[in-house]
């Protein structure tokens, strides 16, 4: 063998391969939910419109603080009027125009609406066995089903989160909130009870593609939880 082809087979030797970029097919999306401010009930509340209360009021304006610090380079909301109040408060000074969504809607309760946890279980308890297994086949008496939710939650997230402009801000529901965390991450959505959701705060995903990472929950102006 002569010198020149041994160097040759040498320098091909000590070649290395470029590698693969590490850079995700889709850029990441910040997706911020907000929830809206309290409405000064233990009742279930799902399609039953009503107002902030004054507390409400006071959390959504605090919310302001922590919306300005994000960002949020579009807006989306629930049409319900709570949502609505909640934005208009935590968005003043800023120039964003929500965009109304109907699929952040809260899941219809149906005759449960009104009516408190402690009563449905004492008089309807098969039901209250079944939402505990949160079966998709399960609808609340006169409302909604609980896969008709779930689908119409993944359907808006999806759009949210495919927006060209972000960070993306939605100003939806605690129920919207929980089961979009569950999509998001690829948990079943039987898990929605491991997330509590503060009136009038953020919960914030880094999404890529279809699932996401959660980075921020309960992100408020108000002061801490005992």
């Known amino acids: 063998m ?15 391969t470029p590698r693969a970029s590490v850079v995700p097919e889709t850029a ?6 907000a929830r809206h ?25 605090a919310l302001a603080k922590v919306v300005a610090l994000k960002k949020p380079l579009r807006c989306f909301c629930s049409p319900m009027l709570r949502c609505r109040e909640t934005a208009a408060l935590a968005l003043a000074g800023t120039q964003l125009q929500p965009e109304i969504e109907n699929e952040l809607r809260e899941i219809n309760f149906g005759r449960w609406e009104g009516r408190r946890f402690e009563e449905i ?12 297994k949160f079966d998709r086949d399960f609808a609340f008496p006169g409302g909604e ?21 972000g960070p993306v801000l939605a100003f939806t529901h605690a129920g919207v ?13 039987r898990k ?18 279809n699932r996401g990472v959660l980075i921020g929950l309960n992100e408020s102006g108000q002061a801490p939880e005992d």
Do not use: W
Request: charged residues 25%.
């Open 145 to 165: 089903a609980i896969g008709a939710f779930l689908a119409r939650v993944k359907g808006a997230a999806k759009r949210m989160s495919a927006s060209s402009e």
């Open 121 to 132: 279980a004492r008089t309807d308890p098969e039901a209250v066995n079944r939402l505990a």
């Open 37 to 61: 401010g309290a409405c000064g009930t233990n009742t279930f509340i799902g399609a039953t419109d009503v107002p902030l209360s004054e507390e409400g009021r006071k959390q959504a304006a």
């Open 28 to 33: 990441p999306r910040l997706l911020l939910l």
């Open 177 to 189: 909130i929980t089961a979009a965390i569950c999509l998001l991450l690829g948990l079943s959505p």
């Open 2 to 16: 002569n010198a020149d082809k041994r160097r040759r087979e040498q320098r091909e030797e000590v070649r290395v």
């Open 192 to 209: 929605h009870l491991a997330f509590s959701t503060r009136y009038a705060a953020l919960t914030s995903l880094l999404v890529f593609g």
